[in-house]
């Protein structure tokens, strides 16, 4: 049987617990640039592959004690996405022996993370998640709409069991209207609200971003919402129903595309690296490379064609001379800036266009990315200890606070590696905890 001692502890009692928590902030030293934000905060992640758990990672660098329930014996979706996959260390813990390798796609968007395994669908579990409802501040899901309801696990269910609650819901589409019971998928997006018809090449089918970005969007957005929900519960002291979704993320990422549309009914089109109102502004090939370059204005234009192609009659050309002509004649132009920049390797132009303000860049591989010398510069990457995986290597939180960046605290978890602890947590006994295990209902 389950042990009804944690229902016995009194409102006040756990009060004082978060109480507790949240004060750990105000005693840290703010020399190493500010305490983590969220510290206090808990925050159940019940999402899986990228939108969800990108929101929910960025919550945890800001310092929440962010704990990601997932299935019982497979976990995230993205554990059996590999390879690759990080190698497994002849010193994990025995416990994990059993698992597959961490992939790079899990730990790319789980770090600061605790994972437990639970199986909510059998009441002992819906029990567990009941007792994680009442302790948490933030609940995260991206399941289909409707679907958590039909388990005792939606929005009206939470809100009574944790009034302060802020639940976040992240669909495809949301939680109304005709496709709100259609699944999220980021390339499906992509397709559905307008980004692939305008990224490849206006002679080729549509292309999908290299990258899921609808989802890190998304991610992004929710998490920026939860942020708000957690400063109206301050102020209201009632929780709040966020709906984020990845088709409405995507149509508000049109910008501009979808501006030009609703205010002049002009219909997009396809350019690859292209500006369809600017030239030159587009990927240009060279010897062993290509270079983006990006010319935006006459003074740029008439640099680029005396200091660095050396071909200073082209600003005086009439098809040239201002951004207007340049688009008028894009393909002579283009085709003229092309042949000079094959002459030379890459590396001889990006000397020349260094330090005399015409914008460009160098089109790099992944290699060439993290070798950037403002990655280093920047200490951009960041090594962290895995139990199972040694040594990992993984992109660090991207911004600062005065000069310093958010901890890696945790390392992305092994599946189910907290459930014990956070079971213990809750209030359950170590025969309750190895009953539930033998059940399989975490």
């Known amino acids: 049987m389950i042990s009804s001692k944690y229902r016995a502890l009194s409102a006040a009692a756990r009060l004082d617990s978060r109480l507790i928590r949240r004060s750990l902030i105000s005693t840290q030293s703010t020399d190493q640039g500010i305490p983590p934000p969220l510290t206090g905060i808990r925050v ?43 190698a497994v260390s002849l010193n994990s813990p025995k416990e994990s022996l059993h698992l597959p390798p961490e992939s790079a ?22 029990e567990v998640m009941q007792r994680l409802v009442r302790t948490s501040d933030v609940l995260v899901e991206n399941f289909i709409a409707g679907k958590l309801a039909g388990m005792g696990l939606g929005w009206e269910d939470c809100k009574v069991l944790n009034p302060r609650l802020v639940y976040a819901s992240i669909t495809g589409y949301g939680q109304t209207g005709p496709f709100r019971e259609a699944a999220g998928y980021d390339v499906i ?12 090449e206006p002679d080729r089918p549509p292309s999908k971003v290299g990258v899921a970005v609808t989802d890190l969007m ?12 957690l400063h109206s519960v301050q102020h209201t002291g009632k929780g709040v129903w966020i709906d984020c979704n990845l088709f409405e993320t995507q149509l508000a ?8 549309y609703l205010i002049a009914g002009k219909e997009a089109s396809r350019h690859g690296t292209a500006h369809p109102s600017i030239v030159p502004y587009q990927v240009f090939p060279c010897k062993g490379g290509f270079l983006m370059i990006g010319a935006g204005n006459d003074k740029q234009f008439r640099l680029l064609a005396e200091r660095i192609l050396e071909k200073p009659e082209l600003a005086d050309d009439a098809r040239f001379a201002n951004n207007a002509a340049r688009v008028a004649n894009r393909e002579a132009l283009v085709d003229i800036i092309t042949q000079v920049l094959q002459r030379h390797e890459r590396d001889y132009w990006i000397g020349r266009f260094t ?21 280093g ?31 890696v605290r945790r390392p992305p978890p092994w599946l189910s590696q907290h459930t014990k602890e956070v079971m213990l947590e809750l209030g359950y006994s170590q025969n309750e905890i190895a009953e539930l295990r033998a059940r399989k209902i975490i």
């Open 44 to 86: 159940l992640d019940l999402t899986r592959v990228l939108a969800g758990p990108s929101c929910t990672m960025l919550l945890a660098d800001m310092g929440a004690d962010v704990i990601k329930v997932e299935e019982v014996t497979r976990g995230d979706d993205t554990r059996s996405w590999l390879p690759p996959s990080a």
């Open 105 to 126: 796609y899990f730990l790319a968007v789980n770090r600061n993370k605790r994972s437990i395994t639970v199986n909510f669908k059998d009441p002992a579990g819906l």
């Open 189 to 200: 997006i992509e397709a559905e609200a307008g980004l692939m018809h305008i990224t490849g």
């Open 218 to 229: 998304t991610g992004l957005y929710a998490h920026g919402a939860i942020l708000a929900g």
């Open 253 to 260: 990422g049109l910008a501009n595309i979808a501006s030009n």
């Open 355 to 375: 330090g005399l303000g015409v914008p460009f860049g160098p089109i790099n591989n992944i290699q060439q990315t993290f070798a950037h010398p403002q990655v």
């Open 377 to 407: 510069a920047r200490q951009a990457t960041v090594e962290v200890d895995h139990p199972r995986a040694g040594k990992v290597k993984m992109v660090a939180p991207p911004v600062t606070y005065n000069g310093k960046r958010m901890p």
